[in-house]
């Protein structure tokens, strides 16, 4: 009797493991997953999560941090014992560190009070040195981001061989998506799903994934998401917990007119989405996951005919088990976690942002 390891039809079936040289190597050889039971939606229309999350540090900033090194060292604005310094709230950060750590660069990461204890032990874990910026200098809806910038140029400038790649405004920010994420889309689906569903923040995964497919796949939609209380698509400004999305100022990468689509999603509809990825679907996934999946249900409502859609997921949910996994954490925020019909009821209110408001900053 033949055992599993011994099976001709067992063994043709085992994924490919290709023996690489450093863990960069591996980024971008994730899974595409099809969306089944969360959503009355899912048995007409196709979504399908790319799991960012499964790139070797759990989230998709790798890539553009592995990209920006690679960069400055062709530049040689960075050089062999050099010292990488950004403003990061998690993911770019934590890319950079494992970077660094490859390279035998010196890592110093600007954060803020709302930086998550996760995310700060994984930075630290990976050899990072952490500079935290007072909540005194937060602005007046309470976001860091300007003067974590500020902190992180300040160290640049001032330390020998400092290199401050700084994502928020870094035009390059946006070719690792165009050369390495939107390929790998193109080729997962044999050419262009009808729609791709992109998380803003930086506006580094959307400036990339839109340019290569509006010239080569004009009809594929671009949905952009984002978080309420942000500045970028032009709405009202407020206080808001997500991180991973949202920001103070529209960045300079980010195109309103790449879009077809824009969603506002707010805090508690988000994180909804989050724990019913976890128990319907079996993914525990980021908090701007659970936005961008919110922004995808509610596209879907407009269409009659089947569509496919391509939704991209940033980050593991285990930076997060602190706060949108914690009950305490959320009734401490007075966010009520949605479930069944009333969260089906609350991605059906879902409405896109006009266009025409998209990209003006409101203070």
């Known amino acids: 009797m033949l055992t599993y390891s011994q ?9 490919k493991s290709p023996l690489l040289a450093t863990v960069t190597d591996a980024l971008g050889k994730v899974p595409i997953v099809r969306l089944n039971r969360i959503h009355p939606s899912c048995q007409h229309h196709h979504l399908y999560l790319k799991l960012e999350s499964c790139n070797p540090g759990g989230s998709i900033k790798e890539k553009n941090a592995a990209y920006l090194v690679k960069e400055a060292e062709k530049q040689s604005l960075l050089l062999p014992g050099g010292t990488i310094v950004e403003s990061s709230s998690g ?5 950079l560190a494992i970077v660094g750590a490859t390279k035998g660069y010196r890592v110093m990461i600007v954060i803020d009070a709302k930086t998550p204890v996760t995310m700060r032990r994984m930075l630290t874990a990976y050899g990072a040195e952490l500079v935290e910026v007072p909540l005194s200098a937060a602005d007046a809806q309470g976001s860091m981001q300007v003067a974590r910038m500020a902190k992180a140029q300040e160290l640049a400038t001032n330390l020998p061989g400092a290199w401050y790649p700084c994502q928020h ?11 390495w994420t939107a390929q790998e889309i193109e080729e997962a689906f044999g050419g262009a799903p009808d729609a791709i569903v992109i998380g803003v923040s930086t506006a580094g995964q959307l400036g990339g994934i839109s340019r290569y497919f509006k010239k080569y796949y004009p009809q594929t939609r671009i949905i952009g998401v984002d978080v309420a209380g942000s500045a970028i698509f032009g709405t009202p400004r407020h206080p808001y917990k997500m991180t991973g999305l949202g920001l103070s100022f529209v960045p300079p990468n980010f195109d309103p007119q790449v879009l077809d689509a824009a969603y506002s999603v707010d ?20 908090a701007s996951t659970g936005a961008i999946v919110s922004a995808a249900l509610a596209d879907t ?3 009659t005919q089947p569509q496919t859609m391509l939704l991209l997921n940033p980050d593991r949910g285990d930076r997060y088990l602190e706060t949108v996994y914690n009950a305490d954490w959320l009734t401490a925020q007075g966010i009520n976690i949605l479930e069944h019909s009333h969260l089906t009821e609350a991605i059906a209110n879902l409405l896109p942002v006009p266009l025409d ?5 409101q203070v």
């Open 267 to 286: 805090d508690a509809l988000a994180f909804s989405v989050c724990h019913a990825l976890a128990k319907q679907e079996g993914m525990l996934l980021g």
């Open 357 to 361: 408001i998209v990209g003006r900053s």
């Open 7 to 15: 099976n001709p039809t067992f063994r043709s079936n085992l994924p």
């Open 169 to 179: 405004k870094n035009p390059s920010n946006t070719d690792a998506h165009e050369l």
């Open 301 to 303: 409502q407009r269409f």
């Open 91 to 95: 993911n770019f950060g934590i890319g």
